[in-house]
């Protein structure tokens, strides 16, 4: 039982090759492409809105050199999306079950962030590992703890990812078991846990696509934390002009 339990996070095999690097391309096969027509298809207009209006968000409280990342952003929330929603089908593998893959997302955003902080602003970068105000005796202690703290997000990242997928997972089979086996031997309460089913599948629908967010969101705010405006581009606060150079650098680099 606990061995066919877990056989559904075992990457498919085809003639002995895994087929985990093929299941990562489904993001790009399923995403509407551009086209040189005056008027594109529903799925191309909803899908370039929900991108613009998404990335506007996450890019928001970043500064104008982060802007820089929207198409990268923008890019890891929609594979992350893709992977996540595909993966709730029968007969599908979801590849952000695997936590070496969730890894390997997480580790090189996350570096990217501190090396861009460190090459940009090594001062400010550095103060982090200190707090303003912190008692002598307590900066040695103070600076291990942050610097553990640091060293732990793509961890956390990686391990956050993984956790809520395969717990959800895990529920809907043993939901879906246990709705089989009620069924065989109580006919008249199968609607207990096929209700039950139901709603667990509607939540874990939400599950994928808050996770997409949560794990895009986090990386944005890392990247916020070692991005700034120079002294001399600093911009009003009632101009406008940030979300217009937003908007420039989401069409230029998404093609949208």
């Known amino acids: 039982m606990m061995t066919n339990l877990f056989n559904q996070f075992e990457a498919p095999q085809m003639f002995g090759t895994k087929m985990t690097l093929i299941t990562l391309l489904i993001p790009l096969v399923l995403t509407p492409q ?10 191309y207009t909803l899908t370039k809105w929900v991108l613009k209006e998404i990335t506007k968000h996450l890019m928001m409280p970043a500064s104008k050199n982060g802007f820089k990342w929207a198409p990268l952003l923008a890019s890891l929330l929609l594979m992350l999306l893709t992977l996540n929603i595909v993966g709730m089908f029968p007969y599908t593998f979801t590849p952000t079950t695997q936590l070496s893959v969730n890894m390997a997302l997480a580790l090189p955003l996350w570096l990217a962030t501190v090396l861009t902080g460190l090459r940009t602003q090594p001062t400010k970068s550095i103060a982090h590992l200190l707090p ?19 060293l732990i997000r793509p961890i956390a990242l990686g391990v956050r990812l993984t956790a809520n997928l395969t717990a959800g997972h895990l529920l809907l089979q043993l939901i879906s078991t246990a709705a089989l086996t009620t069924t065989k031997m109580a006919p008249a309460l199968f609607l207990l ?13 939400a599950v994928a696509i808050i996770q997409a967010y949560v794990f895009t969101l986090l990386t944005c705010l890392y990247l916020q934390e070692n991005t700034y405006d120079p002294p001399n581009t600093l911009i009003p606060h009632g101009n406008p002009q940030p979300m217009t150079n937003l908007k420039c650098h989401i069409s230029i680099h998404t093609g949208l």
Not at 136 to 142: D, F, K, V
Not at 196 to 203: C, E, G, N, R, S
């Open 34 to 43: 551009p086209t040189n027509r005056l008027n594109a298809n529903r799925t």
């Open 193 to 205: 846990p096929t209700l039950l089913l139901i709603l667990l599948m509607i939540l874990e629908f």
């Open 132 to 150: 303003e105000g912190t008692p002598a005796l307590l900066i040695p202690t103070l600076i291990i703890i942050e610097s553990i703290s640091l």
